[in-house]
């Protein structure tokens, strides 16, 4: 608790030496200890020793410890807040307006302590209690009458805290016109001055992200580059508070948040801070946000934004190990990328490594945003260009992540889209999809029965199988799957261009491998798919009808006997041969082929019979 009680700005003669982190640390220790405390009577050691520290320190004339006493309260808020909360209130009349009478001094370093102790209070506790509805009128007079610019600030986000509360006495709002810009002033000058200390940074980026949800903040800000850069610079800091403040600024900024959450409930898988500011947008800023959240205005401020170089304020955001912090970077990430020529910006400048970090490490949403534009760079660049090198081969799994029940169809259909056109660059992406990216569990969108679904499965497949090796291993794991390729084929209400799709890869199959053509006759239905094929009046439908005839003749003795015996389907082989009225020449060429295949093998098998009979009469 001396440790605790320190601040770094006010040294004395037995001060310790302090860090920056010093009180974080000491707050979580603190924290773990009491939680660990299995027994009433330990507990009860651990509470008195503390309470006798702080009221030592509290109640007494000696300014210097009162500062720690506050300075020691505002530790425990952030560690073992039950002990705080009893030390607080246990006498409300004594401890809380010891705490408040200090702010009303003209001792600037006395109102910083209690006002950071506000703020503590009304971002940790969930309900309002005496220390927060009397600080909360405190708040109001270093807001409005304190000439030290951090007070501003940290009254700024003591407000800004406060509105999360649901019940709340009634305040006036203090964030309109002139109120507004003054402390986006102060944010600015206390940012870029180079002499800025750590604390500073905190509280000034912190405002920041509060009042930029004012769209003409946002605006404005957009504009500054001084400030923009220095936003952008902080993104390299390593303290976790001023990380998560700026990536909440971005998203502000370029709107990355659910519609939603401004204009009706809030999504239960919205992290809980971000929830909280816009509750505070709603209560202070709606109709200054609306009127600047038309899409000119928006998109204008993400150009901005990738222009003067957000890219890589993104990529150190998500080195972060805050996964909420991860979560906002995704949506800012997912925000820029919207537009194709802003897409290419983002790639060019290294963030598809980001986004696939992002995509495997953070919150279920914040991986799941990741991915979806992981998915749309896949959708809009050739895929050589959005995952250069061994990039290509990593973002196959976050993908295939989106393949999961929870996932709209949309989502699926997307994914799906992007693995086929991963799978159409060379065939080690083919193999890799196959083998090593969960291929087995594809199979639960074999029978989605949605049309979009199963035209982006077939279409996947039919790239996949261009890969022999794949082909190969498709026919002798899955040949099942060959039903629903060939069922497609012959169902009615079956989507157009997932029949397509299917007759395409079994064609390919069967021109792959001789098996392939051995189980497609295992299923009863092969007459009337390969018939109806060579019947349709489409073309394409045609040739790939012979085409698959031609490689099941070209096959092996036994499926081309069973080929040449179906009459159904010879006959009709002989009609595409001689019709002239098929504008396609190709379609009869093929037809003639499988014909002189055909007769190849009658020959062979007369041969045969002759050569027995003669063997029989010599005998």
């Given amino acids: 608790m001396e440790v605790a009680s320190q601040l770094e700005e006010y040294q004395y003669e037995s001060s310790f030496d302090i860090t920056y982190s010093t009180r974080t640390i000491i ?59 009893r030390i607080i209130f246990t006498n409300p009349s004594t401890g809380c307006m010891r705490i408040l009478d200090m702010a009303k001094t003209d001792d600037v370093l006395q109102q910083k302590v209690v006002c950071e102790c506000l703020v503590a209070a009304m971002t940790n506790f969930d309900e309002v209690n005496a220390l927060i509805n009397e600080g909360v009128k405190i708040l109001r007079i270093f807001l409005y009458q304190s000439k030290d610019d951090v007070i501003r600030i940290q009254a700024l986000v003591g407000f800004c805290e406060w509105s999360k509360f649901k019940t ?37 980026v912190k405002g920041l992200s509060y009042l930029t949800l004012d769209g003409n903040v946002k605006d404005e800000l957009i504009k500054d580059q001084q400030i923009i850069q220095t936003v ?62 038309d899409e000119d205005f928006v998109q204008k401020r993400r150009c901005l934004l990738v222009k003067n170089g957000v890219t890589g304020a993104l990529v150190n955001l998500a080195k972060t190990g805050n996964q909420n912090c991860k979560e906002l970077t995704a949506r800012v990430f997912s925000a820029i990328c919207g537009k194709e020529e802003l897409t290419k910006t983002v790639v060019q400048q290294g963030g598809t490594k ?3 970090s992002l995509a495997l490490d953070g919150t279920d949403k914040g991986k799941k945003i990741a991915s979806q534009v992981l998915v749309y760079l896949a959708h809009t660049l050739p895929p050589e ?29 997307e994914a799906l889209t992007a693995l086929c056109n991963l799978a159409s660059v060379k065939d080690s992406m083919r193999l890799h999809i196959f083998n090593d990216s969960g291929f087995e569990n594809f199979n639960n969108y074999m029978n989605d029965n949605h049309d979009m679904v199963d035209c982006a499965y077939a279409k996947l497949i039919n790239n996949l199988v261009l890969c022999r090796k794949v082909a190969i291993q498709y026919v002798k794991q899955r040949y099942y ?45 092969w007459p009337k798919f390969l018939y109806l094929l060579l019947n349709n ?33 010879m006959k009709q082989v002989r009609e595409l041969s001689k019709n002239d009225t098929i504008q396609n020449e190709e379609i009869k060429e093929l037809a003639s082929l499988v014909l002189e295949a055909a007769a190849k093998w009658n020959q062979e098998i007369e041969e045969n019979v002759e050569g027995n009979e003669s063997s029989d009469s010599i005998a």
Avoid: H
């Avoid at 001055?193 to 940074?201: G, L, R, S, T």
């Avoid at 012979?546 to 069973?562: C, G, H, P, Y």
């Fill in 232 to 293: 952008f610079e902080l993104a390299k800091i390593s303290d976790q508070s001023v990380l998560y403040s700026v990536a909440t600024t971005l998203v502000n900024v370029c709107n990355a948040y659910e519609r939603l959450m401004i204009e009706s409930t809030f999504q239960p898988t919205f992290i809980p801070e971000i929830e909280e500011s816009m509750k505070f947008l709603k209560f202070y800023f709606l109709e200054e946000y609306l009127s600047k959240n």
């Fill in 27 to 85: 707050s979580m220790s603190l924290a773990k200890i009491w939680k660990n405390m299995d027994r009433n009577v330990d507990k009860g050691i651990f509470f008195n020793t503390i309470d006798k520290f702080i009221k030592d320190k509290l109640f007494t004339s000696d300014t210097e410890s009162k500062l720690r006493g506050v300075v020691a309260i505002t530790t425990l808020i952030f560690g073992p807040l039950e002990v705080a909360d």
């Fill in 354 to 356: 980001a986004l696939l």
């Fill in 168 to 204: 709340r006495g009634y305040i006036s709002k203090p964030f309109w016109g002139e109120a507004t810009d003054k402390l986006v002033k102060v944010c600015r000058r206390l940012l870029i001055n180079p002499k800025k200390e750590k604390n500073i940074i905190k509280w000034a």
């Fill in 481 to 525: 799957q060959l039903g629903y390729l060939i069922g497609w084929s012959v169902v009615s209400n079956v989507d157009e261009r997932t029949k397509k799709a299917a007759v395409e890869a079994v064609t390919t199959l069967t021109a792959a491998s001789e098996e392939a053509c051995e189980k497609l006759l295992r299923w009863d239905i």
């Fill in 385 to 413: 260009d959005a995952f250069p090198g061994d990039l290509m081969m990593d973002v196959v799994q976050p993908i295939t992540n989106l393949l999961n029940p929870e996932c709209s169809v949309n989502e699926r259909c």
């Fill in 537 to 569: 009046p489409d073309n394409y439908f045609q040739r790939k009808g012979i085409e698959i005839a031609l490689n099941m003749v070209n096959s092996t003795k036994d499926v081309a006997a069973k080929l040449i015996k179906t009459d159904t389907i």
